[in-house]
């Protein structure tokens, strides 16, 4: 679990449950014209939830004493809100504990938040883009998928495939209106 090369001396340390989250923050910094790097904040995936505990033991305040914050899922909140607690940052009972904090929860996931931001259409012009309308119309005449609405078809294609998700969610980010940016992403872009 070592946070990626050069993270080591950031002052502000996000902490992200996957690659896909990372590179979504980092594209909509870039495209709001946020150079993370000279505003000494770091982005890091942990490669799940579930070792959120031991990024804020290595970066809070028993650890390096940095500033953190983050991102989640809804489905992990409960991960984020123990380890901050097993932290040393005292109790975080709410969703409006977590925001005070700098943490941040999509509903239901980043790809969740960017489908219903973009729309069906625009994000199967992102899986055009991609390569990607082969599988995609293949997954969709599966029985079990088949009639299901269209966001929730799109939002299951992007886990079908091991760096889906990842090499799509740049791209949804680039497709964005920004006055139309998930309220999780945006906030936590604020907050940094």
């Given at each position: 679990?070592?946070?990626?090369?050069?993270?080591?001396?950031?002052?502000?340390?996000?902490?992200?449950?996957?690659?896909?989250?990372?590179?979504?923050?980092?594209?909509?910094?870039?495209?709001?014209?946020?150079?993370?790097?000279?505003?000494?904040?770091a982005i890091v995936s942990m490669g799940g939830s579930k070792n959120i505990g031991a990024f804020?033991?290595?970066?809070?305040?028993?650890?390096?004493?940095?500033?953190?914050?983050?991102?989640?899922?809804?489905?992990?909140?409960?991960?984020?809100?123990?380890?901050?607690?097993?932290?040393?940052v005292g109790s975080v009972p709410t969703r409006a504990d977590l925001e005070r904090l700098g943490?941040?929860?999509?509903?239901?996931?980043?790809?969740?938040?960017?489908?219903?931001?973009?729309?069906?259409?625009?994000?199967?012009?992102?899986?055009?883009?991609?390569?990607?309308?082969?599988?995609?119309?293949?997954?969709?005449?599966?029985?079990?998928?088949?009639?299901?609405?269209?966001?929730?078809?799109?939002?299951?294609?992007?886990?079908?495939?091991?760096?889906?998700?990842?090499?799509?969610?740049?791209?949804?980010?680039?497709?964005?209106?920004?006055?139309?940016v998930p309220e999780p992403l945006d906030r936590l872009l604020a907050y940094l």
């Amino acid at each position: 679990m070592e946070p990626e090369p050069g993270n080591e001396d950031a002052g502000t340390v996000v902490l992200v449950e996957g690659l896909s989250d990372k590179l979504a923050l980092e594209a909509l910094a870039a495209r709001r014209g946020r150079d993370l790097a000279a505003a000494d904040v770091a982005i890091v995936s942990m490669g799940g939830s579930k070792n959120i505990g031991a990024f804020l033991e290595r970066f809070g305040p028993e650890g390096s004493d940095r500033k953190v914050a983050g991102l989640c899922d809804a489905g992990e909140e409960g991960d984020f809100r123990r380890g901050l607690e097993r932290a040393g940052v005292g109790s975080v009972p709410t969703r409006a504990d977590l925001e005070r904090l700098g943490f941040f929860v999509c509903v239901a996931d980043l790809e969740d938040e960017l489908i219903r931001s973009l729309g069906a259409a625009a994000v199967e012009r992102v899986i055009e883009s991609l390569g990607e309308m082969g599988p995609l119309r293949t997954f969709q005449r599966q029985p079990a998928w088949r009639g299901r609405p269209a966001e929730e078809q799109l939002r299951r294609f992007f886990g079908t495939h091991a760096g889906r998700k990842a090499a799509a969610a740049p791209a949804l980010v680039a497709a964005l209106d920004l006055e139309r940016v998930p309220e999780p992403l945006d906030r936590l872009l604020a907050y940094l």
